[in-house]
């Protein structure tokens, strides 16, 4: 019965994620993880379970509703976050379609264009594989996406300027990239025109209390959590933290040609040639939606431009709002040529439903192997084991992020070996990380210095064992 009360799009919708639900969960990492690059999940559930304050740029939207997942019946704490992960993954597909759906209102196949775009989103490679593991990429493009959503939608409730603000600056809460999706803050329609400035002032009302959420920051500082990145207690350090000062310096044009060959590669491989050839037939292609288009390809270019000049080993991942801006024009290009198609071949749908079908499961069967989180390991043997082989009272000297991600997880979130003393080496430069060391480590002596080396460990303390821990290639433990 309540099929029958169902409209088109709400069933299309379910579809969507029943799809994605099912190839996520088979694909899920069970609890921490390594796979697809995930090193920042150690960081971020932890901080999370402690009310800490993780790596820049604090992310304070991401640790409340992680913490939510925290709280789930099911599994172990990582699993419940890595579910945050594909579920923000999933409704941004919906909200793709959603958002692609009024955008060819009318049009004869545009459910259908929408639907797929969603859904190659949804299995495109670097999407899926940072929707089965903890990070914040999944949430980010679920907000951006709303976002845009937001801009198309005809809504008339009194409220409308108020939330667009407020969902903005609880998406600059999540992460500071936000800050690209500015024309969408200030246009009032798909024909581009600028708001007036009533309105424009009410979403930077809403702006200004979203963005309030980096407050809850400080406030956890104060409470000297175990994770406490930059210990941003100060309106300085609080800065630093949200701005990410000490990533500045990823920043670069060198190799400009060579990250632009790869960003290039990364897209075709995410949508395919097939995909690709949609994406640039709608650009080119003259038509109706040419506003939508246009703030399509300004968030495709925004955060292009930004992963090629931002030069970290993961800088890739910003290419996920890419795709998700190159769906949305996929969705106009196949409606555009099926729309042509169809004048000449009215029996068209019944051998493109057939076909696409066909498409997608070659797709899913391609990508999940490359992708599949959900037998991966690494990081609780890791953890295991140098928790089993370090002595007691051992200072564990940690040498990557890896290696101190996951033994912050299992040390202060797992509450394995309290006796011992997990210390990363590259953050002992920083006066903020000495003084979280001496607030969870009270016994243990600290020299008041900025030399990087851990050798003054070692020698005001050496009653206590020591021992170096890294994982480039394989466990290493020297002690």
């Not at 925004?302 to 949305?328: C, E, K, M, P, R």
Request: glycine residues 6%; aromatic residues 14%.
């Amino acid at each position: 019965m309540i099929f029958l009360i169902m409209n088109r799009k709400s069933l299309i919708s379910l579809g969507i994620i029943f799809i994605l639900g099912l190839v996520y969960f088979l694909t899920l990492a069970p609890g921490l993880s390594w796979a697809n690059g995930g090193a920042d999940g150690g960081d971020l559930i932890t901080a999370t379970f402690v009310n800490g304050v993780p790596h820049p740029t604090g992310y304070p939207l991401y640790m409340l509703i992680a913490k939510v997942f925290q709280m789930l019946p099911v599994s172990n704490l990582a699993f419940r976050t890595n579910l945050l992960s594909a579920g923000c993954t999933i409704l941004a597909a919906v909200f793709i379609f959603l958002t692609l759906s009024n955008v060819l209102e009318g049009k004869r196949f545009g459910n259908f264009a929408a639907a797929l775009s969603a859904l190659l989103f949804g299995i495109s490679p670097l999407v899926w594989s940072q929707a089965v593991i903890t990070e914040v990429y999944g949430l980010q493009s679920l907000l951006t996406i709303v976002i845009l959503y937001q801009t198309v939608h005809k809504g008339r409730s009194p409220y409308r300027d108020l939330f667009r603000g407020l969902l903005f600056g609880l998406a600059l809460g999540n992460h500071v990239t936000t800050i690209f999706l500015v024309p969408l803050l200030l246009i009032e329609d798909l024909e581009l025109r600028i708001s007036s400035f009533p309105h424009i002032s009410i979403r930077i009302l809403g702006l200004i209390l979203g963005a309030s959420i980096y407050l809850i920051l400080p406030l956890r500082a104060f409470n000297q959590p175990a994770i406490n990145w930059m210990n941003p207690v100060t309106i300085k350090s609080l800065f630093q933290l949200i701005s990410g000062s000490i990533y500045q310096s990823y920043f670069s044009f060198n190799s400009f040609i060579e990250h632009a060959r790869a960003w290039a590669g990364i897209l075709i491989e995410n949508l395919s040639f097939f995909g690709v050839a949609l994406g640039i037939f709608a650009i080119i292609n003259n038509d109706k939606n040419n506003g939508f288009k246009l703030l399509a390809v300004w968030i495709f270019l925004a955060y292009g431009f930004f992963a090629l000049f931002y030069q970290s080993n993961d800088s890739y991942v910003y290419l996920i709002q890419t795709i998700l801006a190159f769906s949305l024009l996929i969705g106009i290009g196949f409606e555009s040529i099926i729309d042509i198609g169809q004048v000449r071949w009215q029996n068209a749908k019944w051998l493109l439903h057939p076909l696409l079908i066909i498409f997608l499961i070659a797709r899913i069967s391609l990508v999940m192997p490359k992708v599949d989180a959900s037998d991966d390991d690494r990081a609780e043997t890791f953890g295991k084991q140098v928790f089993i082989t370090v002595p007691e009272n051992a200072m564990i000297f940690t040498q990557d992020d890896r290696s101190t991600f996951a033994l912050w997880f299992y040390h202060f979130a797992e509450k394995k070996r309290p006796d011992t003393y997990v210390i990363a080496e590259g953050l002992l430069g920083f006066d903020w990380y000495r003084q979280t060391l001496q607030t969870i480590y009270p016994t243990l002596k600290i020299q008041d210095t900025n030399d990087l080396a851990p050798f003054h460990f070692l020698s005001q303390n050496p009653e206590l064992p020591s021992c170096f821990i890294a994982y480039p290639d394989k466990i290493e433990i020297n002690c």
